[in-house]
């Protein structure tokens, strides 16, 4: 089993560390000559189960231009999708290519994979978990608040983000996870029915973390002195059946200018994206100055390019 990312806490805060100065100077070398080329010689298979369009395009960019290959494997093309186990599929794979991005269902899918291949795994999202978005999120953040000289992540302990809508997501475990990874207070604001999943206190304490988030059904009680304000869809891919009920139930719980004014007034909007104005966000915030939406999608690019390296060099 090679080293992979599946979750947030698969780094350390040291590495995250050097995972964003990384991403950083990427950022800041892009297009130049001499850029480093880890990837070199290298194939990396990306199989997606779901749709994607930041997500696939920056791994697939991030790849070329590292030096690599990337490999796009549509399920429906694969004999995955006709019922090859994800065992198979794992040591086959790993006698082909040099690393492996997955987008799937069930979590479970991309630990299997790991765990029976040899080569780095990399969670490109899961039902549970979205761990190179938060990633992003964090560096996109450190961005702002970090001081010149001094580590990008000590600018983001005590920062406090509100995560609002469906706190039982991908985005609200991940950044569960995150948050409590860089010491950064999150309150999680929706319906009762939409509260964290109990799993998610089970892969805090295996990281050696304590679960400290909060979650109340008052949205302007969790916003208050919010640095950040997040959000994401109501229906996520594969919530597609229940979708009249979600935007029922979740309709009091859209971003919009009053809930923006409970936070901090320099707090940030934040969304993964794809979004859907007028469901979980009002058009006032996500085209309001406080929206940093398009940041957070380029700095995938950056910041995936700087885990992949990570990955490789291991
Ligand atoms: N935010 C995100 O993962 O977007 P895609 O679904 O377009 O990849
Ligand atoms: N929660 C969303 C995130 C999309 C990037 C979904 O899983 O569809």
Same mark, same amino acid.
């Given at each position: ?222 916003? @208050?002195? /919010?640095?950040? %304000? =997040? ?7 594969? $919530? *597609? &059946? !229940? ?36 469901? @979980?966000? /009002?058009?006032? %915030? =996500? ?7 398009? $940041? *957070? &999608? !380029? ?16």
């Amino acid at each position: 089993m090679a080293r992979s990312f599946l979750q947030d806490t698969d780094f350390t805060r040291d590495e995250a560390e050097e995972i964003f100065q990384l991403a950083k100077a990427l950022k800041e070398g892009r297009g130049r000559a001499n850029q480093p080329k880890p990837l070199e010689g290298q194939t990396w298979a990306m199989i997606f189960h779901k749709s994607s369009t930041r997500t696939r395009v920056s791994f697939e960019v991030g790849i070329h231009e590292l030096g690599g290959h990337p490999m796009y494997l549509d399920q429906s093309k694969t004999q995955m999708g006709r019922g090859e186990t994800v065992a198979d599929t794992a040591r086959v794979l790993s006698r082909y290519v040099h690393g492996i991005v997955i987008r799937t269902f069930d979590h479970a899918t991309v630990e299997e994979l790991a765990r029976e291949g040899t080569v780095p795994v990399v969670n490109a999202l899961t039902d549970l978990l979205h761990p190179c978005q938060i990633y992003s999120d964090l560096f996109t953040l450190a961005e702002r608040w970090a001081e010149p000289g001094k580590p990008l992540i000590d600018a983001l302990a005590g920062r406090k983000l509100t995560f609002v809508g469906d706190c039982a997501s991908n985005m609200a475990h991940s950044w569960i996870l995150g948050a409590a990874l860089f010491g950064m207070p999150i309150s999680l604001t929706g319906p009762e029915k939409y509260r964290p999943q109990p799993v998610v206190d089970k892969l805090l304490r295996e990281a050696g973390l304590e679960p400290t988030y909060t979650f109340t059904t008052d949205p302007k009680a969790a916003a @208050e002195n /919010a640095d950040v %304000v =997040y959000t994401d869809v109501w229906v996520s891919m594969g $919530d *597609e &059946a !229940e979708k009249d009920a979600r935007l029922q139930e979740l309709a009091p719980y859209q971003v919009d200018g009053t809930l923006m004014a409970a936070a901090r007034p320099e707090a940030y909007f934040m969304h993964c994206l794809p979004a859907h104005e007028g469901e @979980e966000v /009002a058009a006032e %915030v =996500y085209r309001s100055t406080q929206s940093i939406v398009y $940041d *957070e &999608a !380029e700095n995938r690019l950056h910041v995936q390019k700087a885990i992949l390296s990570k990955l490789a060099e291991a």
